[in-house]
């Protein structure tokens, strides 16, 4: 595990990306954001339309992109629901900002929600630069919670693979007993759902987008961790007898010299995605020598709630130093 106060310093003294980051944030002062986001349909399956926003920068530069992946255990959330501090930075920054929609469990199951994000990378890549002056060589992925683990899934099952990755209280496994037993934590378990209540809200066609549901799915998601059926709910396979099912969709089981440089925030205190999560994807990306951070924020819940707020505004800038370091050297 890293520390965090050694990397600070290092970032600090690293006078060329603090330069660049003022020239960037001059030009988008120059040329303001566009105040609302431009929707575009990446892809579709059957009757589904699945979605993209685009922020789009004022002007004809050619610009680095971050392209944001929502959480939601993969069963809710939609395209709308960005982090606050994220938003500001890529924009402030002068980068695009991307913020995808994608199949939501378990009506769709978890290889095609991958082969999604595969194809919303392919989509950004062919056609950003033609409609939004995309760099394709710099781009940026950002995501919290299950966004997180496809930010990290984007290392290995994106080609080219991004410039960088952020991934903010994710995860590089899907089997472990945290996710395949029941909770003990409170948060999950604060009362009991049925099978039946659980399954009606997710008991209609596929969606991209958990406002197209009856319910957003999170007294589905409650059952799956109140029963530790998470993984096969959003994938059709046993965790413990159909484990190598499992590896291809794993940053865990994909980590190899060639994955791109990451820095990983976590609380220490998350009873939702264990903090371990990311010690352990640390450890893997340090033992193919992949360069990356791991930022421990102290009494860190689940999003970091329960952390002190001048730490959370370090850990975020310290994140972003990071990011903007790997999207600016082009």
């Known amino acids: 595990m890293m520390n965090l106060k050694v990397s600070r310093r290092e970032w600090l003294s690293c006078g060329a990306v603090l330069s660049a ?13 566009e105040a609302r986001p431009l929707t575009y349909t990446y892809k579709t399956v059957g009757p589904l339309a699945i979605k993209a926003d685009v922020y789009r920068q004022q002007g004809d530069q050619v610009r680095p992109a971050a392209v944001w992946i929502h959480g939601g255990a993969l069963i809710m959330g939609h395209r709308a629901q960005i982090d606050r501090r994220v938003k500001q930075h890529m924009l402030d920054a002068g980068y695009f900002l991307i913020s995808l929609d994608y199949r939501l469990a378990p009506e769709t199951k978890l290889p095609e929600i991958i082969q999604d994000l595969e194809d919303a990378f392919a989509w950004i890549r062919r056609d950003g630069a033609r409609l939004f002056k995309i760099d394709p060589a710099r781009i940026a992925v950002v995501g919290g919670s299950a966004g997180g683990y496809l930010t990290l899934t984007s290392g290995f099952r994106v080609q080219p693979r991004p410039a960088v990755l952020m991934s903010l209280w994710g995860y590089g496994d899907l089997i472990g007993d945290w996710y395949s037993k029941p909770s003990p934590h409170p948060r999950h378990n604060q009362r009991k759902v049925t099978r039946e209540e659980a399954y009606e809200q997710v008991s209609g066609p596929p969606i991209a987008d958990s406002r197209d549901r009856k319910g957003d799915g999170g007294l589905f998601y409650q059952y799956c961790r109140q029963t530790g059926t998470w993984p096969k709910a959003v994938s059709n396979w046993d965790p413990v007898n159909d484990a190598e099912q499992f590896h291809p969709y794993m940053p865990f089981k994909n980590v190899t010299a060639d994955y791109p440089p990451t820095v990983l ?44 707020p001048e730490a959370i ?17 082009g």
């Open 21 to 33: 980051s003022l020239l960037v944030e001059r030009r988008s002062r120059a040329q303001p954001v």
């Open 265 to 308: 925030v976590h609380g220490i205190d998350d009873t939702d995605v264990p903090y371990e999560k990311s010690v352990e994807m640390a450890e893997h990306l340090k033992r193919h020598n992949v360069e990356h951070q791991l930022i421990s924020m102290r009494n860190g819940e689940h999003g970091l709630s329960g952390a002190e």
């Open 313 to 329: 505004e370090e850990a975020y800038a310290d994140a972003f130093r990071f990011v903007d370091q790997h999207l600016q050297a």
